[in-house]
């Protein structure tokens, strides 16, 4: 028996709330061994392990989410921002996981099909692990729209490559339409954050998730490309009056499996370049280092107030 979470675990408060798996296979099934995370319910004690995760922290690369636990274990007073922290999928070279505390931080890869692997996963194991009341929150990087470089854009909704606010997926031979709607309230409280803060600029905008870096985002420097300047520009001013603020390549599928499975979740990511005036990613390796950090501290400094609050 998976070991699922129910209103008696819950003590009959449901005001606290829980991991939805919406799978009825899965209670049939003797051991869930989640592949990909090297993690399984017959080798592993998840709820041990697990069970006091309150927020997930994702992105992309493996290093970032590393130096992202560092940072949080200082912000926390959890640990050292310089000690070592065990990568808990090691046994595995797909994701990344780490933990400090109530905080996980997990790597995604690159893309739709990867970051949703990994969300199957992780939304199954906050499930056997019995957790409740987490939040999810997304710190990444993107392409602006119209924005100085190194502005940070908390997601209002991912919207596909038509603008359209839907994650679009082929189930049985057949296309599934998902709504990406994501949480205002998180939203707004993260920009409020990010205002006490004041150390960046922050704004709410649309995200634009696109299944290529290239061709799927207009740019002008893939190997292949068979449109011009002008029609480049036409889609993204178009994008632009469509509320679309930033581009990326995971949203679409993290809001959907957020909305799914009842976690609270945000997408915050920084810009690296304004696409109206170019596509190659040209600020110095330092400049970008220092523009990928502020999601993190933007999110470091949400979770502490939060946890500060209880
Ligand atoms: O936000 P991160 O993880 O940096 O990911 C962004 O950067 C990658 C492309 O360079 C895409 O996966 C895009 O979504
Ligand atoms: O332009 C960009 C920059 C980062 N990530 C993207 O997907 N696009």
Redesign the pocket.
């Known amino acids: 028996m998976t070991p699922g979470f129910n209103d008696e675990q819950r003590g009959g408060d449901k005001s606290l709330n829980p991991i939805y798996i919406k799978n009825p296979h899965l209670d049939l099934m003797k051991e869930d061994i989640l592949y990909h995370f090297n993690l399984g319910t017959a080798t592993h004690d998840l709820p041990a392990m697990f069970g006091d995760v309150k927020f997930v922290c994702v ?3 493996p290093s970032r989410m590393k130096s992202f636990i560092q940072f949080i274990a200082g912000e926390l007073n959890l640990g050292n921002p310089t000690d070592e922290y065990p990568n808990i999928c090691a046994g595995t070279d797909r994701f990344s996981m780490f933990k400090v505390g109530p905080v996980l931080s997990i790597s995604h890869g ?2 739709v099909p990867s970051i949703s692997i990994m969300l199957h996963e992780l939304i199954k194991l906050l499930h056997h692990a019995r957790c409740i009341d987490v939040t999810v929150l997304r710190i ?3 392409g602006g729209i119209g924005l100085k470089p190194g502005t940070v854009v908390i997601t209002r909704q991912s919207v596909d490559a038509s603008f359209v606010p839907q994650l679009e997926q082929i189930i049985l031979g057949k296309k599934v339409l998902r709504s990406t709607e994501l949480d205002d309230t998180l939203a707004e409280e993260l920009l409020q954050c990010s205002k006490q803060l004041n150390d960046f600029e922050t704004v709410i905008g649309n995200t634009m998730c696109t299944l290529d ?1 290239y061709e799927g985002q207009a740019r002008l420097d893939g190997a292949f490309c068979s449109y011009t300047e002008a029609d480049k520009q036409g889609y993204l001013t178009e994008a632009y009056q469509a509320g679309v603020r930033n581009i ?3 949203s679409t599928a993290f809001a959907a499996m957020c909305k799914l499975s009842g976690l609270q979740g945000a997408i915050v ?1 920084v810009t690296l370049l304004d696409r109206l005036e170019g596509d190659q990613l040209t600020s110095s390796h330092d400049q970008l280092h220092d523009y990928q950090l502020r999601p993190q501290i933007l999110v470091g400094t949400y979770i502490k107030k939060k946890l500060n609050a209880v």
Do not use: D, H, L, V
Request: aromatic share 8%; glycine share 30%.
């Open positions: 992105g992309g690369s690159m893309g990444g990087t993107s870096f990326e390549m995971e990511c």
